[in-house]
């Protein structure tokens, strides 16, 4: 199986969403690690969030208002990633959860959405499961 993130739990609340798993398939250096959410439709907007490794574990948040995009499309996606290191270089590995015997988790397993706002406006943001169970973050603008 290609190295992951693999997610234990996902906790969207408290105006975060917080993940928590282990890095599956590679053994990484010690220390520090980030979450890394890619735009999809603007890969060269990155959002990034700090974090530790306790062996292979981790557990990092990223605040929902992190989530709204400087610019791009009024929906959108953020796919998830966890930078780790190894042999002195970066090495990003797509978050998701494939160890278990849950199949069409993007079905099954939905995440709520909480709310930013912005002006007279909010975005609605809502982490889910692809169909490839990775984890991705979805961005959606509404009227108050």
């Known amino acids: 199986m290609t190295p992951h993130a693999e997610v234990e739990q996902v906790w969207p609340r408290d105006g975060r969403v917080r993940i928590v798993g282990r890095v599956h398939g590679i053994d990484p ?3 520090a690690c980030r979450l890394i959410l890619v735009l ?3 890969k060269e907007q990155e959002v990034h969030a ?14 929902i208002g992190d989530l709204v ?4 499309p009024l929906t959108g996606v953020w796919d998830a990633y966890l930078a780790v290191w190894r042999a002195g270089g970066e090495r990003r590995l797509r978050v998701g959860r494939r160890l278990d015997d849950i199949p069409d988790k993007n079905k099954v397993m939905v995440f709520p959405a909480q709310a930013v706002p912005v002006d007279d406006r909010r975005v ?4 889910r499961y692809t169909v490839r169970n990775n984890l991705s973050v979805d961005y959606e603008w ?3």
């Open 40 to 42: 999809r439709e603007h």
């Open 29 to 31: 250096e010690p220390g």
């Open 124 to 127: 609605l943001v809502r982490p």
């Open 142 to 144: 509404s009227e108050g």
């Open 69 to 72: 995009p400087a610019y791009g």
């Open 50 to 63: 700090e974090a530790e490794l306790d062996g292979h574990g981790f557990d990092v948040s990223v605040p």
